[in-house]
């Protein structure tokens, strides 16, 4: 099972990207300890392959971002009642940006972010936890 992201780019139909269940899950906990979160993917080598996962707003975007769609992982993950984690306030909403310029390259494809273990880049907010985000991806039909 997967959470889709709204679709937030005009003319699109579907969703660019989703979460898998260990996404999700580990969301839900650094939502906890952080608050509000959001995505954001550069592009080129090291951390910046990986999608960064920061602190709503912490990360400025301008209009060398698109925004690819915005996850609801209200529910939380599977076995978790809505609602019933410590602190919760109702929706939780995470926007996914990609730059435009890596956008260029990954149009046609769509975004399933997943969660391995390993060390996540220094600035991403999972990296204490010893698991990383990683980006899986298959063309869009």
Sequence with gaps: MTVEASVTI?????????????AVELLDKLWLIHGPLMFHQSGGCCDGSSPMCYPAGEFITAEADVLLGVLDISAGPPGRDAGSAEGDAGSRLIEFWMSREQFE?????????????GRGSGFSVEAPEGKRFLIRSRLMQ
């Design 10 to 22: 005009p003319g699109d139909t579907v969703s660019r990207v989703a979460l898998t269940d260990s």
């Design 105 to 117: 390259y990954w149009r046609h494809t769509h975004l399933t972010v997943d969660v391995v273990p």
